[in-house]
C-alpha cells in the first residue's frame, strides 16, 4: 500500500485480527494484513492496515499481542481511507512494548479529530516504531514462511496458508465501549485462496454460505452462496476487494485481490 512509509528503525512484529464490536450489534473480523518493507529482524519499517468498518460507532480500544523479543515505542495513526486519499483522524503517542502478550491500548488518551468510524467505509491504521532493538525470533521471514496463527506470508505480503500448530497473535479494535478480553478472540480464521487469482477463490473451513462481495470503496456488489467452498470471480474487474463470510454470529472479513 503507498501510504505506508518507511522509518528508520526496526519493525515490531504484529498479527493482526479486528474484532469490532458494539453492544448489540454483530462482531466483525479481519484476517488479512499488511506489513511494509522486509519482514526481517532489525530492518527499518512501519506497520499498516486497511480495513473496513462493519457498524458505524466509535474505537475505543486497540488490543495487541505481540512476539518475544519486542521491545519498542511505538505510535498510533487512525485514518479515514474512503475518499481513495489518507485523512488522518487520531494519533496515540508514546506506547511502550515490551513482548510478549497482549497490549490494550485507550485510544481515548490519545488526540486528534475524532474516533468515529461508519459502516462499510474503508479506514486503514499505522504502527510507528520510534523505539530501538526491535526484532523478533532472529530469523527473517520471506514469501511462504511459517507465521503464528497458522499463516504464511505471500509476495503482496497478505497472510495465507494454515500451520494449525502455531501460536495466535491477534490485533483488535474495540467499538462503543464493548469490553476486550483474550478469551473472547474468534479462533476460527478465515482464508480466501490462492490469493491473488484471476478465477475462483476457495475458503478454507467453509462450504456453502452465503457471502457478500464489497469493492475497496465498500460498495457491496453481490451476494452469493458458496459451492463447495469456492467462489467464482472470474466476472469482476481486476482489482482488491473485500470478502465478508459469516463466522457464528460474527462477520469476518478477508481482503482479496483479482488479477
Not at 66 to 73: K, L, T
Not at 225 to 233: F, H, K, T, V, Y
Not at 237 to 246: D, I, K, L, Q, T
Request: proline letters at 4%.
Amino acid at each position: 500500500m503507498k501510504y505506508f512509509q518507511k522509518v528508520a528503525t526496526a519493525p515490531l512484529f504484529l498479527f493482526l485480527i479486528m474484532v469490532f464490536t458494539t453492544t448489540g450489534h454483530s462482531q466483525c473480523i479481519e484476517e488479512q494484513l499488511t506489513i511494509t518493507g522486509n519482514q526481517g529482524p532489525n530492518i527499518g519499517s512501519s506497520m499498516g492496515q486497511q480495513f473496513m468498518a462493519c457498524e458505524t460507532g466509535t474505537i475505543d480500544k486497540v488490543e495487541l499481542n505481540v512476539f518475544a523479543g519486542s521491545n519498542a515505542v511505538m505510535k498510533f495513526e487512525l485514518y479515514d481511507s474512503s475518499q481513495g486519499f489518507i485523512n488522518l483522524m487520531w494519533t496515540v503517542d508514546n506506547i511502550a512494548i515490551n513482548g510478549p502478550g497482549p497490549l490494550l491500548i485507550d485510544l481515548t488518551t490519545g488526540t486528534g479529530t475524532t474516533l468515529n468510524v461508519t459502516q462499510n467505509q474503508i479506514y486503514s491504521m499505522r504502527f510507528w516504531n520510534t523505539g530501538s532493538s526491535v526484532y523478533v525470533l532472529g530469523t527473517a521471514f520471506s514469501s511462504g514462511d511459517p507465521y503464528p496463527n497458522g499463516a504464511a506470508l505471500n509476495q503482496f505480503g497478505e497472510i495465507q496458508n494454515f500451520e494449525p500448530n502455531k501460536l495466535d497473535y491477534y490485533f483488535r479494535l474495540a467499538f462503543n465501549g464493548a469490553s476486550l478480553s483474550i478469551d473472547e478472540i474468534a479462533t476460527q480464521s478465515v482464508v480466501a485462496y490462492p490469493n491473488p487469482t484471476s478465477e475462483t477463490l476457495y475458503f478454507r473451513g467453509f462450504t456453502s454460505e452465503m457471502v457478500t462481495l464489497y469493492s475497496i470503496t465498500g460498495k457491496q456488489l453481490f451476494t452469493k452462496a458458496l459451492e463447495n467452498g469456492s467462489l467464482d470471480i472470474q466476472a469482476i474487474p481486476s482489482g482488491m476487494y473485500f470478502v465478508a463470510v459469516p463466522v457464528g454470529n460474527r462477520v469476518a472479513f478477508s481482503k482479496v485481490i483479482k488479477q
